[in-house]
C-alpha cells in the first residue's frame, strides 16, 4: 500500500470502527475529476448497503474537514467482495492455501503480475507457487493483491 494510502487508513479507520465495522484497507485512484478514493469494510455479520451509507457520511465528514486529498474525487465504500483484496500481512496469512493474484511495484525476473497459491510467510517474504515453481514476493513490493475466488 502507497505511503499516501497508509495515512487515509490511519486517519479513518477510527471513524470507521467507531461505527463498529473493520476498515480492511483504502484504494486511491487518481485520475483528475473522475478520481476515487475507495474504502473496503467488513462486519462478522457481513455488510450491507446501509453499513456502506453509514461509514461513508462518517468518513465523508472527516474529509470534508482534514481535505487530505485536494481535487475532486468520488468517494465508495464497499464490502471486500469475493475477491477480497489484501492489504496487510494478517490478510495473507488469513488466506493461506488459497489462489492469489499478485501485482509488484518493482519486477521480479522481468514479471510484476502472479497468479497462484500462497503456500506460506516467513517474516515479509510471501512464498506463492505460480505454475509449479516458487516464487519469493517481499510484501513491500507489493502493489495491489487480491484473492481468486472459487466457485
Request: include cysteine; charged fraction near 25%; glycine fraction near 8%.
Amino acid at each position: 500500500m502507497a505511503k499516501f494510502e497508509q495515512k487515509l487508513t490511519a486517519m479513518l479507520r477510527p471513524a470507521v470502527e467507531g461505527v463498529g465495522k473493520k476498515l480492511l484497507g483504502v484504494e486511491y485512484i487518481s485520475a483528475g475529476n473522475n478520481s476515487v478514493l475507495r474504502l473496503f469494510i467488513d462486519h462478522e455479520n457481513g455488510i450491507n448497503v446501509d453499513d456502506c451509507a453509514e461509514v461513508s457520511r462518517q468518513v465523508g465528514a472527516i474529509l470534508d474537514v482534514e481535505d487530505p486529498i485536494g481535487p475532486e474525487y468520488n468517494l465508495e465504500v464497499s464490502s471486500p467482495g469475493l475477491d477480497r483484496p489484501l492489504f496487510d500481512l494478517e490478510h495473507f496469512q488469513a488466506v493461506i492455501g488459497e489462489t492469489i493474484t499478485v501485482k509488484l511495484s518493482m519486477p521480479l525476473n522481468g514479471r510484476r503480475k502472479f497468479k497462484g497459491t500462497l503456500e506460506t510467510i516467513d517474516n515479509e517474504i510471501l512464498i506463492v507457487v505460480v505454475d509449479g515453481q516458487d516464487y519469493e514476493l517481499v510484501f513491500s513490493n507489493i502493489d495491489k493483491a487480491n484473492l481468486v475466488p472459487k466457485f
